[in-house]
């Protein structure tokens, strides 16, 4: 059996679960609306409180598509309910972050500044050398910051680009001179 899998999705109070035929699951919750519509094969069913995911039989297709529908619909609920959120940091002398409207404006040592607006849904803000992406729905949250993340990533000399928070950075020697 699916350690997930079997594990109930507990649902908080103020947020709303509804499953429609063929798996479209709908949470609804203070912080806002999300739907998706899961594997069909799955057996979901909402019981006192708590929302418990079944399998039909034992195959493996069945097997680890019973963990990842248990663990999509946890993450719907962990975000209506409270929200995802991902830190960046900027290192490098004169790498910027800077925010105009919805647009966020990096310096990070190209000829020009990247910009990059919020995808709906989603919010960036800037402080100091870090940038804080959030929103409701964890995939779009972890897409947008690894796009951010992207436009230079850090490199393993200085360390100088754009890293997660808690990202760890493996250092290499740099050339040593002749003697």
């Not at 509804?18 to 069909?40: C, D, M, S, W």
Request: aromatic residues 4%.
């Amino acid at each position: 059996m699916s350690r997930i899998g079997r594990l109930p999705v507990a649902i908080p109070a103020g947020v709303t679960v509804e499953i429609k035929e063929n798996n479209h699951v709908t949470v609804k919750g203070p912080k806002g609306t999300l739907e998706r519509v899961l594997p069909a094969e799955m057996e979901i069913k909402q019981e006192d409180g708590h929302v418990v995911v079944t399998r039909p039989n034992d195959l493996k297709k069945m097997k680890s598509l019973h963990g990842l529908t248990r663990t999509l619909i946890q993450n719907m609920v962990v975000g209506v309910s409270e929200g995802y959120t991902k830190t960046l940091e900027v290192n490098g002398v004169g790498y910027r972050a800077a925010k105009q409207g919805n647009k966020l404006v990096l310096s990070l040592g190209y000829s020009h500044p990247v910009e990059m607006v919020d995808p709906e849904g989603i919010s960036s803000a800037v402080d100091g050398n870090k940038i804080v992406v959030s929103g409701i729905d964890k995939e779009k949250v972890g897409q947008y910051a690894a796009e951010i993340r992207d436009k230079r990533r850090p490199e393993p000399y200085k360390g100088k680009g754009i890293k997660y928070a808690d990202e760890v950075i493996r250092r290499k020697v740099g050339k040593t001179g002749k003697k």
